[in-house]
């Protein structure tokens, strides 16, 4: 081919092909596409120009770590469902997991939150307080026991003193421990006002033995056993007492003896005279 005749086709090609590519350039741009805004604000800005886009592999949560609490639904976190098939007008943007990433789950209105039991537990008595019904009243009591014969029931933790017209002034009391209950009738003897202890020998080898040591003596006053009265039973060594740890009145704490907050045998001890009966079940 002449070189005039090939210069011809190539200016030829050249102006074709630079009107192909005007004309493709200016389809792209005659008519702009719409911008769709996503209408969660929070989405990253390029999830809101709408579509589905995959979230990449790096972006994916891993399995929970040793250490790493799972806070999801147990209902529904191992569902058969893909784990993270969102719904088409939701981006799939997935938070990147890190060591110490962990998955809360999403807050509830308060009216349907769960409520959780907590449990029932008995509130320890607080030493200087007794229960309620350990207290002094006045009660029916039927009896055969003439008036001013005192009755202890052991079991339930009272003493009664009964009185006219089938009435008794009850008191709380704390009587033997295991092994050291007794019953009988006796009748007191002797009467003392903040009385000085003397431990028998045999309590004083019984405590040695656990590590405590009790003196031979103790006179009386507030820090005393005995508390503030005490009424002798007949030949024993049984007495009907105060105490200094009122917060054990209704329990079986004692060696055998009966004893009572310090007012309450204070007041028995107005009431009664030597020679009363005692009646101990």
């Known amino acids: 081919m002449p070189s005039r005749a090939k210069s011809l086709v190539l200016m030829l090609c050249a102006t074709m092909g630079l009107t192909a590519t005007e004309a493709t350039a200016q389809d792209r741009y005659r008519e702009r596409p719409p911008v769709v805004v996503s209408p969660d604000l929070t989405a990253p800005w390029v999830m809101q120009l709408g579509g589905q886009v995959r979230a990449p592999d790096s972006y994916r949560v891993q399995p929970m770590q040793r250490g790493v609490r799972d806070y999801r639904d147990p209902a529904t976190r191992d569902a058969a ?73 052991t079991n339930n933790r009272f003493l009664y003193l009964v009185m006219e017209g089938g009435q008794a002034k009850r008191y709380g009391v704390g009587v033997g421990k295991p092994g050291f209950e007794w019953a009988g009738t006796h009748t007191v003897t002797r009467k003392a006002e903040w009385p000085d202890w003397h431990p028998p020998k045999e309590m004083i080898a019984r405590e040695a033995a656990k590590g405590h040591y009790l003196p031979v003596k103790m006179e009386g006053g507030p820090e005393n056993p005995l508390g503030a009265r005490a009424l002798y039973l007949g030949s024993t060594l049984y007495r009907i007492h105060g105490t200094n740890a009122p917060w054990t009145i209704g329990s079986a704490v004692s060696s055998g003896c009966i004893r009572m907050r310090n007012e309450d045998v204070t007041d028995l001890y107005g009431r009664v005279n030597v020679g009363t009966k005692v009646i101990v079940m």
């Open 81 to 153: 469902q893909p784990r993270y098939a969102y719904p088409s007008h939701q981006p799939a943007y997935v938070v990147p997991r890190t060591q110490t990433t962990q998955i809360r789950p999403n807050r509830m209105p308060a009216q349907q939150a769960p409520v959780q039991q907590a449990a029932m537990q008995r509130v320890p008595v607080i030493k200087g307080q007794i229960e309620p019904q350990f207290l002094p009243q006045m009660v029916a009591y039927q009896t055969e026991h003439k008036p001013g014969t005192i009755v202890i029931d």
